[in-house]
């Protein structure tokens, strides 16, 4: 659809796993940024990466880490998984007129 | 911090008649408006913005106003269809222009 896609689809954790969730766009879009969306929630705003180098952070702790690559691919890692890290995550792309398109999304279960 | 309000959480039409969901905003310095349908098990769709050089732009039987003075927002559904049930999110672009602010969303539900 647009051209974005994310890895897993979906995945299953325990508590105090690390977990790896990875992200690309057909376009190669210099621009990536990372959302959390909880069930029955909006998406909240993690982390935002610009030609590798970070560009932004919510309010979210350390152990949300992010990495992007030079062909614009990215990876959210999570550490020290909590129960409240079950979610919805999605990774979105800008297009050259600045809309933001997203990701079909990793289900994240912890337990 | 930035926060993006928006009301009805819930709203129920009948086919053909018009829906409004409405947002408020926070950060005066935002000037950029999305709206996203996410349908169930879906991610979210972009299906129209605005930016804060116009007051509304209409594209088919969606619409979308701005008042950037009272920093409020709305999207406007005209004749509805039971294709457009879906959950509605506004968000606001925040002053760094790096994250979108996103409301709590408001699921639509058009029976015919």
């Known amino acids: 659809e647009t051209g974005v896609t994310q890895s897993p689809t979906h995945l299953i954790k325990t508590r105090g796993q690390q977990v790896t969730l990875r992200c690309s766009s057909q376009?190669?879009?210099?621009?990536v940024s990372w959302y959390q969306q909880a069930l029955g929630q909006g998406p909240q705003f993690i982390f935002q990466?610009?030609?590798?180098?970070?560009?932004g952070r919510g309010n979210f702790p350390p152990r949300f880490s992010g990495l992007q690559f030079p062909n614009y691919s990215s990876e959210l890692n999570v550490n020290a998984l909590e129960l409240d890290d079950s979610a919805l995550y999605l990774c979105?792309?800008?297009?050259?007129?600045?809309?933001?398109?997203f990701g079909p999304g990793t289900r994240l279960t912890v337990l | 911090g930035e926060n993006v309000e928006q009301h009805p959480s819930t709203l129920s039409v009948q086919e053909g008649d018009s829906a409004v969901i409405k947002c408020t905003y926070s950060?005066?310095?935002?000037?950029?408006f999305p709206w996203y349908k996410q349908e169930l098990g879906k991610r979210p769709q972009l299906i129209i913005d605005?930016?804060?050089?116009?007051g509304e732009k209409k594209d088919q039987r969606i619409a979308v106003t701005l008042n950037k003075t009272a920093k409020h927002f709305s999207l406007h559904i005209t004749e509805t269809q039971p294709e457009d049930s879906a959950v509605y999110f506004c968000?606001?672009?925040?002053?760094?222009?790096?994250?979108?602010?996103f409301g709590k969303g408001t699921t639509l539900s058009v029976s015919s």
């Open positions: 979105a792309y800008y297009s050259t007129r600045g809309e933001q398109f």
């Open positions: 376009s190669g879009h210099n621009t």
């Open positions: 990466y610009y030609r590798e180098e970070e560009n």
């Open positions: 950060d005066s310095a935002s000037n950029y």
């Open positions: 605005i930016r804060s050089n116009v």
């Open positions: 968000a606001a672009l925040n002053q760094a222009g790096t994250a979108l602010i």
